[in-house]
């Protein structure tokens, strides 16, 4: 039996569009475990009662590509589900799922891949490694594909960040999401997020968060996503005037995403208040980031 933790991740961080991310406290477990033959799947907390329990499942199918890529037949497998990570909400739950699988099965198959080639897998399936660079390798990941390779850096997060999130209570796919985005972006707004982008790693660097509040702007994916996420403006601004440094949408939404190192509790609960005017129903929890990515908890043979 194997036992994984994976942290949940937060991407894009405004600007970073598919290359930058950051794990965060709040952490899946996947249990698995080989038999016979068949498939059970049990799901306790976030999704219990919405997560597939056959072969379309996210985890199964992950762990399923990896016993092909090693040439592995695992017979039967049993997988326990135990999930905090709010489900198509923003907070990469599907990269969970992804890196949870993938490191369980490869533990399980004989620890034959290594880590590089892991992450290269789990963003393959994923497409994009936004999300599963952190979850699996913890911190502030900057991360983009060459040639199918996912190369990237770590950032440790600054000292004193914390995060607060307003997650509302309707879903959003990514692949929604994905679909509202524009094929092309004009010159002045690519220029516009390259700016940002390269100013918000040299201050997450530096421990500058003066900076955050510019270097969160972006003009490629957020302004088109709006229109998904009622009141996603006016909870942005409520939760600048209650003092956070810099503020964005969570991945693709709809959780939006304070970041600050003071009065969390203040901005979370002005971020779910101003959701609320807006009829939107919202939880509202304050996260640190995660220094570790997803790791093996107990392995038994
Ligand atoms: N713990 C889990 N186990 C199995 N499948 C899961 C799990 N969590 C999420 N999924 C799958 O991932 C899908 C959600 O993925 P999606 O990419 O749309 O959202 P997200 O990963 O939460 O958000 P984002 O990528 O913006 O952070 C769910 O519909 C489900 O199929
Ligand atoms: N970079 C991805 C993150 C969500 O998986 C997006 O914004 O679509």
Redesign the pocket.
Known sequence: MVRVQVPA?T?NMGPGFDCLGMALKLY?TVEMVRTGAGLSIE?HGE?AFD??RDES???YRAALRLFKQVNCDPGGLRIR?I?N?P???????????IVGGLIAANILAGSRLSHRELLSLAAAVEGHPD?VAPAMLGGIIISTLVEGEVRYLKIDPPPGLKVAVAIPDFPL???SAREVLPQQVSMADAVFNLGRVALLVAALQQGRLEFLSTAMEDRLHQPYRSTLVPGMKKVLAAARLAGARGVCL????PTLIAFADSNLELIARVMKDTFLESGIKARALVLEPSPVGARALEVKR
Do not use: F, Q, W
């Open positions: 991740t991407a899946n799901v999704g997560i597939a499942n996210v985890v589900l999930n990570i489900v198509a909400r923003g907070l990469g739950s599907s990269a969970s799922a999300n796919s990514t692949r969570s991945g693709a939404g």
